[in-house]
């Protein structure tokens, strides 16, 4: 594994590490405006940052923000994933999903007896691949409906985060000013991923993603819910974190 992943805050942040983050989103983003990018980092509660464990530089990050909502009487507690890059050069590398896991894992730990789901926003097929990688059971997906609570809690999170932008009838959001977009190269479907049913979903499900558009999804977070890769992948980042804090 080449990278080192930690949770920090974004007043934690340095200048240097927040320009190089920024410049991590001009390299794969269209249209990243830096008045957006502070306003949307200082947003967020918590930023999850990736080092090269060589050189120590940052080559991927993800913001993270606790939401409260109550749908159908019961009240819910969500984790809104922001702005995530990591470097073309890392695609492949699990420390996000280990470092990401642990701690949501944590924060459910800490507040015992809430319900707990990901709300995740995506505007590119390999964002929303996370969810049947690393969860037996999301929403939207191809092989069955959206239930009832489900797809009221998916509207009533995005509802409350982005306002009129949110298209109920169409599961995505959609904003009205220009928005950052992956840039060409990342954003093609080979023939081999569409081929892909969730992929295809994707594509099917939000098709002005290459002008940004996102579609709105939930994962309910729970140990139950997790992929036995997902699983695996948490232990090792755990173990090799009380590893190096051990030595």
Not at 143 to 148: G, I, K, N, R, V
Request: net charge neutral; hydrophobic share 35%.
């Amino acid at each position: 594994m080449r990278l080192h992943g930690t949770v920090t805050t974004p007043k934690a942040l340095s200048s240097a590490q927040r320009e190089r983050m920024f410049d991590l989103m001009r390299a794969h983003f269209d249209n990243v405006a830096r008045e957006q990018f502070e306003y949307d980092l200082y947003e967020k509660q918590w930023v999850i940052v990736l080092c090269d464990r060589q050189n120590g530089e940052i080559q991927g990050f993800s913001t993270l923000l606790l939401l409260n909502a109550c749908c159908q009487g019961i009240p819910v507690k969500a984790v809104f994933s922001g702005d995530t890059i990591v470097h073309r050069d890392y695609w492949g590398e699990p420390e996000l999903a280990g470092v990401w896991g642990n701690f949501v894992l944590s924060l459910i730990n800490s507040h015992d007896g809430s319900k707990f789901y990901w709300f995740l926003i995506s505007k590119g097929y390999r964002t929303y691949k996370f969810l049947p990688v690393y969860f037996h059971c999301f929403y939207p997906r191809h092989d069955q409906p959206t239930p009832s609570f489900e797809s009221e809690l998916i509207a009533t999170l995005a509802t409350s985060k982005f306002g009129a932008a949110y298209v109920p009838e169409e599961g995505v959001i959609r904003f009205n000013q220009p928005k950052d977009h992956l840039r060409p190269q990342f954003a093609t479907v080979s023939d081999l991923r569409s081929n892909d049913p969730h992929v295809s979903f994707f594509l099917e499900r939000n098709p002005g993603y290459r002008n940004g558009d996102e579609l709105a999804c939930i994962a309910e977070l729970s140990e139950e819910n997790l992929q036995p890769i997902a699983k695996r992948i948490c232990n090792r980042v755990a173990r090799q974190a009380t590893t190096q804090f051990s030595s």
